[in-house]
């Protein structure tokens, strides 16, 4: 920065700047001086001696800034040796006298300090001695007509900081209290004036650092933190005008107080700094008691400033906690309830106190049909997943209707409308917030689809009237909560229904008007009611809404040809009563039965069913049914709905319904009978049954399932139609590889439909996404799915399916091990319907004699996949293991999937022999 004004501040005249130059080391002798006094006081009696010489120094010190300062003289650079420097050098020899004096009478009693002090002393009178010189010396050169060039504060710092720089300055030893009452950087670049300004404040209490120019103190000051800076103005590199804006203007800085000390006296300099943002402004040498005032004032406003800037820390600091609290309430409420409520929790955070009022709202119950028995089928892990998929999807429903969702009680949900606000319109929301999400309940069955869940129906029940709403608990843990005789009522009316039905009490449909669809009406004595309420199903809501669930057609029942004997117990509540009812299933259809029984049953009672025939094979042990109507009390029949989940209901339909049938028969042929290396004479080992139907189901579809079904007269433009259905006992290649084909030929031909995959669940799941998914999820730029492709029927790992009023079990049986996990594969029995199983397929299984006795008890054929290589494998039951069995086992053996060519004769050694490819087994079914 130049000084010529246009850097903000104002070159010094003459006289200030010599003034400036000359006050520097008498600053020093003077600061030294008084130092040295104090500490001579302080020693008392020991250091009474030194004392005088001291005061004399100090004197010398004072009168020589009286000179200095002296206004009336008039300096002239041509005249000052005559009129000025006699008078300073006098005053400079007497200062070192004294001090050359001094140094002598301390040399043993003074300590180093004392010492180094003193010699300081003598650097400072011989700095100001050359000074003198150098001005005369300036005095004498020829002057320009309109005055004497003066020299820039720039090069006299130099010259003066050359002088400083011969003498030896010893480090400083000064004892410091250790409580510190703040950090101050002193600013200066006279080394002297720095360590003498150090040494005075840290007598005070205070901590200091220095530094030699504006440069290092703002580098100094961006690393460390400092509470005052003492700031010189006419610095070298970086004025003290240039340092101090650069501290205002910063950010980190500009709350730092500044403290201008310097010889120049200017008032356009003193008010410039005062404008930047300078506290103050003392002149050198500074008064002690002047300093320690004007210091302390200073730290006390910068403590003040501290606390404001923490306290703005703070209050910003509680505003994000505040919002981020404010944000979990919103999340977690926001899951619960309608945005609208949570802001009015916000908001009025005293109606969160405990209590209640009395409050008309409507009242709505969902609750999933025997969702009971599929928890109990499922481990843990999916039955969460399952439950969170119908629960996310329902959640949003509901607050879309700005429903308060009160609590998930397990697979229900219990619903506030008008709480704890309250609209007019809270019924009518209610009744289309019901009927919204059973149609939202075909989204929650493709998910399940998709994870491999079972599908799952939904029942609603809906009441209006008065009930006490607020928060209930203690002051730990609150809940705002909906308690009363009509919220039980609603429980009570959603117990009533079966999947799919919207039931909904008289105040609810008096509420909304004519504008539901009313599908049905009925009279009911809920428990705790004391005469009969009417009770409505609805089927949709116009007006506004337009929400309409599929109208309700009464089913035809088919009469099934022999009568099922039956067990029924009625439930109350979700307890089993347990005295037993017989009846008999005489018609049928879907999952609606009608049943001729011993007693006659409340019209929408809850019973569970067992199929006498079933005995110890029962496929379906937990069939649920709600009655539906009553036909005749006598004799007594009534009709019935059977409400678990749907894969238990579809099974026990069609057990039920083939169960009554007199006669059926599969024919078995062995398209392939090796293994993945076994080529075109072979095949692989896939089985297709053929129904009385003249349907087809293949077992395990292999790589070369084109050409192994067109050896069948199976044609690869019909196969889609001509497969009905594919069993996949596990997931190797050469019993999958035909998979993507059949999918494609069924997807690109509009005609005709998605075949049947039936597998053990979690085979299907990891058929999707461990084989299948990669070549065939994206179709003509759309992304697929396996249901895309089938209709997949997962089976339980120990159930059974129906196919063509053929009955199969899954037959868990060992494979592989890869690491620590076992690949199972299922082997399927083809069961009579009166009399147990009586054919048993293996798929890959390694040698287990215990489970193949077991099996040949109960069935009349064995077909059994072994290995006739050289060598055993493990992965397949080897022919020579085979061997061992008892021979009244082996006469019920055929053997399959074996390698090219075998050397063994399986007739002889007992079993019924090697299939061959294309094979056939014709098995009847008795009646």
């Known amino acids: 920065m130049s000084q010529d004004g246009s850097s903000g501040w104002k070159q010094p005249d003459k006289r200030s700047f010599i003034r400036h130059e000359l006050r520097t080391p008498i600053n020093a002798i003077i600061g030294y001086s008084e130092m040295l006094l104090e500490e001579t006081i302080e020693r008392g009696d020991a250091a009474s001696h030194l004392r005088l010489d001291l005061e004399n120094i100090n004197t010398a010190g004072r009168e020589l800034l009286a000179i ?89 710092s130099h010259s003066l900081c050359e002088i400083a720089s011969t003498v030896s300055l010893p480090a400083d030893e000064t004892g410091l209290p250790e409580q510190m009452q703040g950090t101050i950087l002193v600013v200066d670049d006279n080394e002297m004036n720095r360590d003498l300004l150090s040494r005075l404040l840290k007598k005070q209490g205070y901590d200091c650092e220095s530094a030699e120019n504006g440069r290092l103190a703002i580098e100094k000051m961006r690393l460390y933190k400092f509470d005052l800076v003492l700031l010189d103005v006419i610095m070298p590199e970086m004025d003290g005008f240039e340092t101090l804006e650069e501290i205002k203007g910063a950010d980190e800085l500009r709350y730092i107080p500044v403290i201008m000390i310097s010889s120049l006296d200017d008032m356009d300099n003193i008010v410039r700094c005062i404008e930047i943002g300078a506290e103050d402004y003392l002149p050198k040498p500074p008064d002690p008691v002047l300093l320690r005032a004007r210091v302390s004032a200073c730290l006390e406003k910068k403590r003040l400033i501290d606390l404001q800037i923490e306290s703005r820390k703070r209050l910003k600091e509680l505003n994000e906690a505040l919002d981020v609290r404010n944000r979990l309430i919103r999340d977690t409420f926001g899951r619960y309830l309608s945005d609208e409520i949570v802001e009015n929790i916000l908001e009025t955070p005293a109606g969160l106190k405990l209590g209640g009022e009395k409050r008309e709202t409507t009242i709505l119950m969902s609750d999933l049909r025997g969702f009971t028995s599929i928890a109990e089928r499922l481990s843990p892990e999916d039955v969460v997943a399952m439950i969170n998929i119908y629960l996310e999807i329902m959640t949003d429903i509901i607050l879309k209707y700005n429903g308060t969702i009160d609590e998930f009680i397990g697979d229900a949900i219990l619903v506030i409308f008008g709480a704890p606000v309250q609209r007019d319109d809270d019924t009518i929301r209610a009744v289309a917030c019901a009927v919204e999400m059973q149609t939202a309940m075909e989204e929650v069955n493709r998910r399940n689809r998709e994870s491999g869940y079972p599908e799952v129906v939904m029942g609603i029940g ?289 005609a005709d439909r998605k075949p049947k995959l039936f597998a053990e669940e979690k085979l299907i799941r990891r058929l999707w996404l461990d084989s299948l998914k990669g070549g065939l999820q994206c179709i003509q730029g759309r992304c697929m799915e396996i249901d895309d492709y089938f209709e997949c029927h997962p089976v339980q790992e120990s159930g059974a399916f129906i196919w063509e009023e053929i009955k199969f079990r899954l037959m868990k049986m060992p494979h592989i091990q890869s690491g620590q996990r076992d690949h199972d594969s299922y082997g399927l029995i083809i069961e009579e319907q009166n009399e147990g199983a009586n054919v048993f397929f293996t798929a890959d299984t390694q040698f287990r004699p215990e489970l193949i006795k077991e099996m040949a008890d109960k069935v009349d054929i064995i077909f059994h996949d072994c290995e006739t290589t050289p060598f055993k494998t493990g992965v397949h039951a080897h022919y020579e293991e085979l061997c061992t069995l008892p021979e009244d086992v082996k006469r019920k053996i055929w053997l399959y999937h074996y390698q090219p060519d075998p050397d063994y004769n399986a007739e002889a050694d007992g079993f019924m022999g090697f299939v061959i490819k294309s094979q056939e087994f014709e098995i009847k079914c008795k009646p």
């Open 462 to 750: 809906i009441n209006t009237g008065s009930v006490v709403v607020g928060n209930i608990g203690s002051r730990k843990r609150t809940k705002y909560a909906v308690v009363g005789r009509n919220v039980n009522l609603t429980s009570r009316i959603e117990s009533y229904t079966v999947g799919g039905q919207i039931l909904a009490s008289q105040s609810t449909v008096d509420a909304c008007g004519e504008i539901l669809r009313i599908d049905n009406t009925m009279e009911v004595m809920p428990k705790g009611v004391q005469k009969p309420i009417t009770i409505y199903e609805v089927g949709g809501i116009g007006s506004n809404y337009n929400l309409f669930l599929p109208e309700i057609k009464r089913t035809e029942l088919r009469e099934i040809e022999r009568p099922l004997l039956v067990y029924f117990n009625v439930l109350d509540g979700k307890n089993v009563v347990r005295e037993s009812f017989k009846g008999r299933i005489v018609k049928m259809s879907g999952t609606e039965a009608e049943i001729h029984a011993e007693v006659i049953t409340d019209r929408l009672s809850n019973i569970k069913i067992t199929l006498a025939s079933a005995g110890s094979n029962n496929i379906a042990p937990e069939i649920y049914a709600k009655v539906t109507e009553n036909i005749s009390a006598v004799p007594p029949v009534f009709r019935v709905c059977l409400t678990s989940d749907a894969l238990p209901v579809k099974t026990f339909m069609k057990a039920a319904y083939f169960d009554g049938k007199k006669d059926s028969h599969v024919m078995i042929k062995f398209l392939g009978v090796g293994s993945q290396f076994s080529g075109y004479a072979y095949y692989h080992s896939n089985v297709l049954i053929t129904a009385r139907s003249g349907k087809n189901l293949l077992i395990d579809c292999g790589g070369d399932i084109r050409f192994s079904l067109e050896e069948a007269d199976i044609k690869l433009e019909n196969l889609s139609r001509e497969i009905d259905a594919v069993y996949i006992s596990h997931l190797h290649s050469d019993h999958i590889g035909g998979l993507e084909t059949i999918a494609l030929s069924a997807y690109f031909n509009p």
């Open 68 to 156: 200095v300062n002296d206004t009336k003289l008039e300096i002239d650079l041509e005249n000052f040796g005559s009129n000025f420097r006699h008078a300073i050098r006098t005053m400079i020899t007497t200062v070192v006298g004294y001090t050359e004096m001094l140094l002598e009478d301390s040399q043993d009693s003074s300590g180093e300090t004392f010492a180094n002090d003193l010699m300081k002393i003598q650097s400072a009178s011989k700095q100001l001695f050359a000074l003198i010189e150098d001005f005369v010396k300036i005095g004498n050169m020829d002057a320009k007509k309109d005055g004497v060039e003066q020299p820039t504060a720039d090069s006299s």
